[in-house]
Nanobody, 125 residues
Framework: QVQLVESGGGLVQAGDSLTLSCAAS????????MGWFRQGPGKERDFVAG????????RYADSVKGRFTISRDNAKNTVYLQMNSLKPEDTAVYYC??????????????????WGQGTQVTVSS
């Protein structure tokens, strides 16, 4: 079993930057593909970014490409999401998720076994 805890959310203005962290306990994340998802008000929980076990492969939703960067530090058992040029439409609860069954990060929610509790990001215009 793995526990994931997100942190770093908050209220920012459009154009600002924010870095989210996802710290794990209970098992190592070094053999888990990791993903970030978000759920805006009244919306589905959507894929944002994913990273492979070693970090050699990343993927992003089209809406965040060029603005967000996912990274990981396996020694610290932590995954990050650097968010730049934030927009009001980025407002959502952000969740990290772990998939121990695949090397590469998928985009489907169902492929992830473990989830954090989420952290709120609010971007004002």
């Amino acid at each position: 079993q793995v526990q994931l805890v997100e942190s770093g959310g908050g209220l920012v203005q459009a154009g600002d930057s924010l870095t989210l962290s996802c710290a794990a306990s209970g098992r190592t994340l070094s053999n888990c593909a990791m993903g970030w998802f978000r759920q805006g008000p009244g919306k589905e929980r959507d894929f944002v970014a994913g990273i492979s076990w070693t970090g050699d492969s990343t993927r992003y939703a089209d809406s965040v490409k060029g603005r967000f960067t996912i990274s990981r530090d396996n020694a610290k058992n932590t995954v990050y999401l650097q968010m730049n040029s934030l927009k009001p439409e980025d407002t959502a609860v952000y969740y990290c998720a772990a998939n121990s069954r695949r090397y590469y990060a998928g985009t489907a929610r169902a492929s992830y076994e473990y989830w954090g509790q989420g952290t709120q990001v609010t971007v004002s215009s």
